[in-house]
Structures are given as structure tokens and as C-alpha cells.
């Protein structure tokens, strides 16, 4: 069946770096959209960025332009998120997810969740 695993997660001081991980199971990943998105406490799940599968276009959140970069890994079926220069409001949990269709990000429904990967910003 199809499953998402999220990893990379952890605590890290302001302007330190993360990789995150999203191996996925049970599908080919580049055939799909893959999105990241957060979750910070008391706020509403946001979409972080998301990589296409028709052309490969990427699109990122305005907060997170030129800080993080998303990429897939098709040998190991694995999607990842580069966060470079981290802020304390990057504090979320951070989810991946897989679009229902194939195709651009633009539109897509996400349908299959991970469970998510704690990112701490904080001195």
C-alpha cells in the first residue's frame, strides 16, 4: 500500500541547516506531485512546497523562498526538503504528501499522508 516516511527531523539553532526525508512506498514518487507542508502549534497546516510530476516545476511558500529547496531522489524513491537558514517560526511539524493525480502541483489533492517529522528551531 501506498506509505510516506518522513525523517530528518530535529533541533537546530537559528540559521542552521536540515534535510529532511520522505521515502515513499507502494507507488513510484516521480509519477506524482510531492508536497511538503507544516504544522506549527495552534496554527492551521500550511503547504511548504511541492514538486510536479509532469514538468517538474517546483513551487514554494513566499516564507521559505530561497531558503529551501525540495528534490526527489527517483533511484530511492525518496523526496527531500533542504532548509538552509532557519528561523524560530519554522518550528512545525512537517508532513509530506502525495497528490491523488499525476501531473502539477498547481491544483493537485493530496490523498496520502506521513506522519510527520519534528523540526525545533531555537537557541
Known amino acids: 500500500q501506498v506509505q510516506l516516511v518522513e525523517s530528518g527531523g530535529g533541533l537546530v539553532q537559528p540559521g542552521g541547516s536540515l534535510r529532511l526525508s520522505c521515502a515513499a512506498s507502494?507507488?513510484?514518487?516521480?509519477?506524482?506531485?510531492i508536497g511538503w507542508f507544516r504544522q506549527a502549534p495552534g496554527k492551521e497546516r500550511e503547504g511548504v512546497s511541492c514538486i510536479s510530476s509532469n514538468d517538474g516545476s517546483i513551487l514554494y511558500a513566499d516564507s521559505v523562498k530561497g531558503r529551501f529547496t525540495i528534490a526527489r531522489d527517483n533511484a530511492k524513491n525518496t523526496v527531500y526538503l533542504q532548509m538552509n537558514s532557519l528561523k524560530p517560526e519554522d518550528t512545525a511539524v512537517y508532513y509530506c504528501a502525495k497528490a491523488l493525480n499525476s501531473g502539477d502541483c498547481r491544483g493537485a489533492h493530496f490523498g496520502s499522508w506521513g506522519q510527520g517529522t519534528q523540526v525545533t528551531v531555537s537557541s
Open positions: 507502494g507507488f513510484t514518487s516521480d509519477y506524482y506531485p
